[in-house]
């Protein structure tokens, strides 16, 4: 009987009364037998909501498409770059904007692959999940074999999107993963993950922001009406930071803790290298962040020798590398630097390029750089410079001689190990000219540390490639090095050889005057080291000077003159040579029928020596002389003749200046069209190497001007 204190009159029988107040049903029994079962009513666990807020996010639409791209195919997507790149911010806006496609919900853990704490396990990252999908604690399984596979079992016929963040490896991750359904997972790491991408997960790789969205975001972090003022500065500064998005907000949060600076005053605490790193940090109720931690982080992970690669590379004034100029600045086998190199791309602190070439991003340089002056002792790092300078000079010797067997080279004794090898001429020529920007930096540095002879023997060794490809301001630079690097080791021949080519490169760009200065200075000191040879040679120099400014008449004497030098010491390819110049000044002068037997002989003497670039260039001299004399057929055939070799040398200087005189001779025939389009590739081919195209673009006038 249930007591109801509302009822009205006295009760009849016995009647029970309850000694406390209590909450819910009183249930009356008389004699009970067994056992009492209380059944809780059956409730639904909620549907898992776990992404967190996605942040700020920029110019990722590419990485966003290939998100969802990899999403729609495979189950499995790796989000993958160097630590403060934006993993996070991507996948999260990814899923944020997809997850009414995942009814079931949407998971979300980090990893902590990167954290001083250490990675997340498996088994706890398991037991997160299992939770949260309704299973209550003392249900969870023990082990991870169980707990993997009753996530799997609970995933197989749900639809759910799952973010791991921080992943730290494969093998991380891998125990996670449900097995079959319509679910989606997204992993980030700064690892590349290869374990999984074996499996059939997609990989998108993110890379630092564009300069344009780089100043977008700090636009929107700091506010357009800070910013706009200091353009200028703002360009500067994303590039200080490496457009990477953790730098450009670690520099806006200081900027905005300091309203009165000024974003030049930031960007002059940056424009010291050494400092950068401890510049972009900040620090709130006391969690730092900073682009150093990060990093190390990410180094921390690595095996020993991979750790030492890393900092020894940071040594590395040039901008790319490849393995075989990796493992002589480590002193290392090539074999060894692969591997270490396969790691450090993995782990996203090296970029890889095509034509198996490496890259630093320009912060994780100057954090391999801190790392080698707190580890490695001055004089190893001294040795490691020297090892790659003189690996430079030995396959900078190799190349050369590819591309100009002719030239005599000595050997200067280096001891390195595994320089390339070249199939062709081409090959080699380009290898020169893909190094070229290491061999000026390389060059530069290792003068300040005293390298003197390595760096002048760098300089002299390249000559071919300026011969092909040009590049003529900056080889004016990079010469300039070579000449205070052979006066500073008081070597006479070598600063006479280096007043060569700077006066070459002088002329090249018009200084007429100061080309004369330095082939003098060099005349001067081969007269005293008594090289008739180089006498003649340097006055050969001279005549081309003369001859650039139309005196003719001076430029053929001392073209003379060296002839007969040449001729007494049985120097054939010289004589050739200055053959050639002879015909240029004969051409000049009108005399066809004398330059075309100059011309001829120089052909011939040069067909009997393996100088393919100057024989194909007498053959477009001897067309010139041709096309002077009236004979238009053999012009164009010797014409065509020299174009053909250098195409096939991969001379791009010879191959403008043949199609410039197949112009010319177009042009003279009457052929107005096919003269405008040889002119116009002539121009292009020419001024991609830095040489004049003054003569080219009046050439062209003068045909859009004709009726």
């Not at 759910?160 to 359904?181: E, K, M, Y």
């Not at 060569?500 to 007429?512: E, I, K, P, S, V």
């Amino acid at each position: 009987m249930i007591g109801n204190p509302g009822a009205s009159g006295q009760p009849r029988g016995h009647v029970n009364e309850l000694s406390t107040p209590v909450s819910g049903t009183v249930v009356q029994t008389r004699d009970v037998l067994g056992d009492i079962h209380f059944h809780q009513r059956r409730t639904t666990p909620p549907v898992p909501r776990q992404l967190p807020a996605a942040g700020l996010l920029v110019d990722r639409a590419g990485a966003l498409a290939a998100l969802g791209q990899g999403a729609a195919e495979d189950d499995v997507v790796v989000v993958s770059g160097p630590a403060g790149i934006g993993k996070t911010a991507v996948a999260l806006h990814w899923a944020h904007g997809e997850k009414e496609n995942f009814p079931d919900g949407q998971l979300f853990l980090d990893l902590q692959g990167h954290s001083a704490a250490g990675p997340v396990r498996p088994v706890e990252a398991l037991g997160r999940f299992i939770r949260a999908l309704g299973v209550p604690e003392e249900a969870v399984p023990a082990e991870l074999a169980e707990r993997s596979a009753l996530f799997r079992s609970m995933t197989a016929e749900r639809r759910l999107l799952i973010v791991l963040d921080d992943a730290h490896s494969a093998a991380q991750v891998s125990p996670i993963l449900p097995g079959t359904g319509d679910s989606v997972v997204v992993v980030t790491s700064r690892w590349r993950l290869a374990g999984l991408l074996m499996r059939g997960a997609r990989a998108v790789q993110l890379h630092p922001l564009s300069h344009a969205a780089a100043l977008e975001l700090l636009d929107v972090s700091l506010g357009a009406e800070r910013v706009r003022p200091e353009r200028g500065m703002a360009e500067e500064l994303v590039e200080q930071c490496g457009r990477s998005p953790l730098a450009l907000s670690i520099a806006a949060a200081r900027l905005a803790t300091r309203p009165r600076w000024p974003l030049a005053r930031l960007v002059r605490a940056l424009a010291h290298e050494r400092q950068r790193l401890r510049v972009l940090s900040t620090q709130d109720a006391g969690n730092e962040m900073t682009i150093r931690a990060t990093l190390m982080l990410s180094y921390q992970n690595l095996p020993d020798p991979a750790r030492r690669l890393y900092r020894f590379l940071g040594l590395h004034p040039g901008g790319t590398f490849d393995s075989r100029m990796a493992a002589s600045l480590a002193g290392v086998p090539v074999l060894a630097a692969e591997e270490a190199l396969d790691l450090l791309v993995e782990a996203n602190l090296l970029d890889d390029l095509p034509r198996d070439r490496y890259r630093f991003q320009s912060l994780v340089r100057l954090h391999a750089v801190e790392l080698a002056e707190e580890h490695d002792p001055e004089p190893e790092r001294r040795e490691g410079l020297r090892r790659l300078t003189e690996w430079l000079v030995t396959a900078t010797l190799a190349a050369s001689r590819a591309v100009a067997p002719y030239r005599r080279l000595a050997d200067p004794g280096l001891l390195v190990h595994e320089p390339p090898e070249f199939d062709d001429a081409a090959d080699a020529l380009d290898w020169l000219d893909d190094e070229f920007g290491n061999f000026r930096a390389v060059a530069r540095h290792a003068l300040d540390q005293g390298l003197h002879r390595q760096v002048w023997l760098l300089v002299d060794a390249s000559w071919p490639l300026f011969m092909h490809r040009g590049h003529h301001v900056e080889r004016l630079d990079f010469d300039r090095v070579g000449l205070a690097a052979a006066r500073a080791a008081d070597d006479p021949v070598a600063e006479a050889k280096m007043l060569n080519r700077t006066g070459l490169a002088l002329r090249q760009l018009g200084h007429l005057d100061q080309a004369a200065n330095d082939f003098t200075a060099a005349l001067d000191l081969w007269l005293r080291l008594d090289v008739p040879v180089r006498v003649a040679s340097t006055r050969r120099r001279l005549g081309l000077l003369e001859l650039d400014r139309g005196a003719v008449d001076a430029a053929a004497a001392q073209f003379t003159a060296a002839l007969e030098v040449f001729r007494a010491e049985g120097e054939q390819r010289r004589t050739a040579l200055t053959l050639c110049d002879l015909g240029t000044a004969l051409i000049r002068s009108g005399r066809a029928g004398e330059a075309v037997d100059a011309l001829a002989r120089a052909a011939t003497l040069l067909a009997a020596e393996p100088d393919a670039y100057n024989r194909a260039r007498a053959l477009v001299l001897l067309g010139q002389a041709h096309a002077l004399g009236g004979d238009t057929a053999a012009a164009t055939g010797a014409v065509d003749e020299g174009l053909a070799m250098m195409r096939r040398i991969g001379s791009a200087i010879g191959e403008g200046d043949a199609l410039h005189v197949l112009g010319d001779l177009a042009r003279e025939d009457g052929r107005t069209d096919d003269a405008r389009h040889l002119y116009t590739t002539a121009r292009t081919i020419l001024a991609g190497t830095g040489a004049p195209t003054r003569i080219l673009d009046e050439r062209l006038t003068e045909l859009d001007r004709a009726p």
